[in-house]
């Protein structure tokens, strides 16, 4: 079983930035794909981004440009670095891992940010 654990969540106001970070302990099995995913009251949770484990990255589309997520595979850690964040940016944000020879999906526990306006 892996363990992840989510810090970097909190109040910004527009326009501000955060930082995210989810870090995978516990496991012996590769870690594959690495990302992030949010919920916002009400809504359904959607892709942030993601990133292989050789580093190429994928982003929805209202993120490009202001959202960059990176890994260092060394720590088994993914990182989200958030930029130019708005209101509708409030959620949270859920980092999670494919892991293993089957690529079970592992999730975080969430971490809360609130962008004010």
């Known amino acids: 079983q892996v363990q992840l654990v989510e810090s970097g969540g909190g109040l910004v106001q527009a326009g501000g930035s955060l930082r995210l970070s989810c870090a995978a302990s516990?496991?012996?099995?590769?870690?594959?794909?690495m990302g992030w995913y949010r919920q916002a009251p009400g809504k359904q949770r959607e892709l942030v981004a993601d990133?292989?484990?050789?580093?190429?990255?994928t982003y929805a589309d209202s993120m490009k440009g202001r959202f960059t997520v990176s890994r260092d595979n060394v720590k088994n850690t993914v990182y989200l670095q958030m930029n130019s964040l708005k209101p509708e940016d409030t959620a949270v944000y859920l980092c999670?891992?494919?892991?293993?020879?089957?690529?079970?999906?592992?999730w975080g526990q969430g971490t809360k940010v609130t962008v004010s306006s």
């Open positions: 999670y891992v494919e892991l293993g020879e089957h690529r079970n999906d592992y």
């Open positions: 516990g496991s012996t099995f590769t870690i594959h794909t």
């Open positions: 990133i292989s484990s050789g580093g190429g990255a």
